[in-house]
């Protein structure tokens, strides 16, 4: 989705700072008088800042959809698996987003993504959820590249070939 480029996360040594200061941020918070749009917001930003902590080698999207869905429920909100199972994909890359920055390329984090996921989620709304659109090119013959294939692919337009294998000394 980055191309090679890659998020910055925060680290192992940093977990209970990190986890303490954004819990009393959220402690802090009042939702009272929010419209659902700014609500949403704010628990885009939110959960995307506990995301980007990111201390397990494998497992990081899952723990966050979990604890997600729990403080969904503390707050009174109906959540449930289903919606982060079949668009788990979505969820990572859209949390990718809202941590992305590449000023050179003028890309810039955004939680548009995730907030079109929670408005699904949380309000029965029924956005189109597209990888696609998330992905960040720097390079446009690139993404051409990658479109046309894609284009072609779709079309049928392929060939499967055989690989022969070549031994080391040849």
Do not use: P
């Amino acid at each position: 989705m980055l191309y090679g480029d890659t998020v910055s996360y925060g680290g192992a040594l940093d977990l209970r700072e990190t986890l303490e200061y954004d819990f009393a941020r959220e402690r802090e918070f009042r939702y009272n008088g929010l419209t659902m749009d700014e609500t949403t917001h704010h628990l885009a930003v939110f959960i995307s800042r506990l995301w980007q902590i990111h201390v397990f080698g494998e497992g990081n999207t899952r723990t966050t959809a979990v604890f997600f869905i729990k403080y969904l429920r503390i707050l009174g909100f109906k959540a449930e698996n289903d919606l982060f199972a079949e668009n788990s994909w979505y969820f990572r890359n859209a949390l990718v987003r809202a941590n992305y920055n590449n000023i050179k390329e003028g890309i810039y984090e955004t939680t548009e993504f995730l907030e079109k996921f929670l408005m699904n989620f949380l309000l029965d709304e029924n956005n189109e959820l597209s990888n696609e659109e998330m992905h960040v090119i720097g390079n446009k013959a690139n993404y051409d590249w990658l479109m046309e294939s894609k284009e072609q692919l779709e079309k049928g337009n392929f060939s499967v070939r055989n690989l022969v294998e070549v031994s080391v000394d040849e």
